[in-house]
């Protein structure tokens, strides 16, 4: 069982800055391919970024891909994410989320994650 609590979500205007944090709580989060996805209101929820359990591995959307950067610490437990350069359209509810290393061959699908934080909101204002 592991247990996520993000934080750092706010309002940012446009072109600015915001870093997400997500700790982790549980046996072996070392273990776990760690991912961050977002949803508006209406939409599915959407692949964000994500790591593999070394950190050796990254993986973005376009959407984001040399604006945000996803990084982890295994010895805190911990998974960030650093925004830049937001956009009014990166507007949403980001969610963290732990998926087992043999589902890391999916790690874009939601399905592939076992564990979910309860979301930070990110609003950013042109």
């Known amino acids: 069982q592991v247990q996520l609590v993000e934080s750092g979500g706010g309002l940012v205007q446009a072109g600015g800055s915001l870093r997400l944090s997500c700790a982790a709580s549980?046996?072996?989060?070392?273990?776990?391919?760690m991912g961050w996805f977002r949803q508006v209101p209406g939409k599915e929820r959407q692949f964000v970024a994500a790591?593999?359990?070394?950190?050796?591995?990254?993986y973005y959307a376009d959407s984001v891909k040399g604006r945000f950067t996803i990084a982890r610490d295994n010895a805190r437990n911990t998974v960030s994410l650093q925004m830049n350069s937001l956009k009014s359209e990166d507007t949403a509810v980001y969610y963290c989320?732990?998926?087992?290393?043999?589902?890391?061959?999916?790690?874009?699908?939601?399905?592939?994650?076992?564990?979910w934080g309860q979301g930070t909101q990110v609003t950013v204002s042109s």
């Open positions: 989320a732990a998926a087992r290393a043999q589902s890391m061959p999916r790690i874009g699908d939601l399905r592939a994650y076992d564990y």
């Open positions: 549980g046996r072996s989060f070392s273990s776990y391919g």
């Open positions: 790591i593999s359990w070394s950190g050796g591995s990254t």
